[in-house]
């Protein structure tokens, strides 16, 4: 039987990206798409399992409520939506056809982002208009409350390393803010590892991506005060309908989190052992700096950090990462830094054999194969 790549004509891909939406993502356990598979077999009241899987959820992470949805950027617009609508039958169902006078979501203009799509444009589809706070360089608690007006209808804080992290507030100053206003705070933490922190420091609703550090299939996670996952829910009825998640990824996901609560995860020091070889090999080429960085959002994630001399190589590092994409294996990195000369290597879903392919492959762009 030939396999997915041969029956599509698809190319393999090393994925030293991380956990990118671009690349699917993650690839869960087997426990996970057993959980999803028995899932799709059944039948069930879809609002009976939205219900009883969002408690069971709540119990594990000692919140109020949770509630799956079918992605963290939805997340995002159904919880705008929730704060908007509430208990509104009539706005729920006519959302985007009413003129809301409250509905400005007020975030540090340094977390208006495109982290695959305009964090704008997820607050739009919830109804909601997006009014920054502070600079791009910086917002304090008073450079935010400064942006609240008697429109406002909530605060939203992206946590991301997509975001400016300098001379920013932190998620539990942006909550005493909100408190003092009596304004909700969301917490976007697409990416976060820690599924406890954000609620703890006072965000009404935190939304997750149920496929990235979770591991689950595509998917996402709101967790938060009751009622304000009971307004998120209502959404099914209006614009969450188009972003409805089926009962394989709700069974999915509640499995990845049981998993993943209790698993051991592979720690930044162990990040540093498996992409040791990696760096000092690369580190032989000429032209070429490899080294041990950090993630930049605080999370406990070690990654290689490559910086290619072009004058040294002759090759543009925005050509090397292209033709790196043209091989046998489609090879990504993290590129946000390429117009430096700088590419990232995230270890997390590679393996040592795969990270020798990444080496050659450089190599091999730089005319330097001779020298492996």
């Given at each position: 039987?030939?396999?997915?790549?041969?029956?599509?004509?698809?190319?393999?891909?090393?994925?030293?990206?991380?956990?990118?939406?671009?690349?699917?993502?993650?690839?869960?356990r087997?426990?996970?798409?057993?959980?999803?598979?028995?899932?799709?077999?059944?039948?069930?009241?879809?609002?009976?399992?939205?219900?009883?899987?969002?408690?069971?959820?709540?119990?594990?992470?000692?919140?109020?409520?949770?509630?799956?949805?079918?992605?963290?950027?939805?997340?995002?617009?159904?919880s705008?939506?929730?704060?908007?609508?509430?208990?509104?039958?009539?706005?729920?169902?006519?959302l985007?056809?009413?003129?809301?006078?409250?509905?400005?979501?007020?975030?540090?203009?340094?977390?208006?982002?495109?982290?695959?799509?305009?964090?704008?444009?997820?607050?739009?589809?919830?109804?909601?208009?997006l009014?920054?706070?502070?600079?791009?360089?910086?917002?304090?608690?008073?450079?935010?409350a400064?942006?609240?007006?008697?429109r406002?209808?909530?605060?939203?804080y992206?946590?991301?390393?997509?975001?400016?992290?300098?001379?920013?507030?932190?998620?539990?100053?942006?909550?005493?803010?909100?408190?003092?206003?009596?304004?909700?705070?969301?917490?976007?933490?697409?990416?976060?590892?820690d599924?406890?922190?954000?609620?703890?420091?006072?965000a009404?609703?935190?939304i997750?991506?149920?496929?990235?550090?979770?591991e689950?299939?595509?998917?996402?996670?709101v967790?938060?005060?009751?009622q304000?996952?009971?307004?998120v829910?209502?959404?099914?009825?209006?614009?969450?309908?188009?972003?409805k998640?089926?009962?394989?990824?709700?069974?999915?996901?509640?499995?990845a989190?049981e998993?993943?609560?209790?698993?051991?995860?592979?720690?930044?020091a162990?990040?540093?052992?498996?992409?040791?070889?990696?760096?000092?090999?690369?580190?032989?080429?000429?032209?070429?700096t490899?080294?041990?960085?950090?993630?930049s959002?605080?999370?406990?994630?070690?990654?290689a950090?490559?910086?290619?001399n072009?004058?040294?190589?002759?090759?543009?590092?925005?050509?090397?990462?292209?033709?790196?994409?043209?091989?046998?294996?489609a090879?990504?990195?993290?590129?946000?830094?390429?117009?430096?000369?700088?590419?990232?290597?995230?270890?997390?879903?590679?393996?040592?054999?795969?990270?020798?392919?990444?080496?050659?492959?450089?190599?091999?762009?730089?005319?330097?194969?001779?020298?492996?």
């Open positions: 039987m030939s396999s997915i790549y041969e029956k599509y004509d698809l190319k393999q891909v090393i994925n030293t990206s991380g956990r990118m939406t671009a690349l699917g993502v993650s690839t869960p087997p426990e996970v798409v057993q959980a999803a598979m028995d899932g799709m077999n059944q039948y069930f009241e879809m609002k009976d399992l939205v219900n009883k899987t969002g408690e069971y959820i709540a119990r594990l992470l000692d919140v109020e409520g949770a509630t799956v949805v079918s992605c963290a950027s939805a997340g995002i617009a159904q705008v939506a929730a704060v908007l609508v509430k208990d509104s039958d009539w706005l729920l169902e006519n985007h056809v009413t003129a809301i006078e409250n509905n400005e979501i007020v975030l540090p203009k340094g977390h208006n982002v495109n982290f695959g799509a305009p964090v704008g444009s997820m607050v739009a589809l919830g109804g909601g208009k009014v920054e706070a502070g600079y791009a360089n910086e917002c304090s608690a008073d450079q935010l400064a942006a609240i007006t008697p406002t209808a909530a605060i939203l992206i946590k991301s390393h997509h975001c400016v992290q300098k001379s920013m507030l932190s998620v539990e100053q942006a909550a005493v803010v909100a408190r003092k206003h009596n304004l909700p705070l969301i917490v976007d933490a697409a990416a976060e590892e599924l406890h922190v954000y609620y703890r420091s006072g009404d609703l935190v997750y991506s149920g496929a990235k550090a979770i689950g299939p595509t998917s996402g996670l967790i938060g005060k009751t304000y996952v009971e307004w829910k209502r959404q099914t009825a209006g614009i969450g309908r188009a972003m998640v089926g009962k394989e990824g709700i069974l999915g996901l509640t499995c989190i998993h993943y609560l209790t698993a051991t995860k592979e720690s930044g162990e990040m540093v052992a498996k992409m040791t070889p990696f760096i000092d090999a690369l580190n032989t080429l000429n032209g070429v490899a080294r041990v960085v950090w993630d959002a605080g999370r406990d994630i070690a990654r950090e490559i910086a290619f072009e004058g040294v190589t002759g090759v543009g590092t925005g050509d090397l990462v292209s033709q790196l994409k043209q091989g046998e294996y090879i990504y990195f993290r590129g946000y830094k390429a117009n430096e000369g700088i590419i990232e290597a995230d270890v997390r879903s590679v393996n040592a054999d795969q990270l020798n392919i990444v080496y050659r492959r450089i190599s091999e762009v730089l005319g330097q194969e001779k020298q492996a």
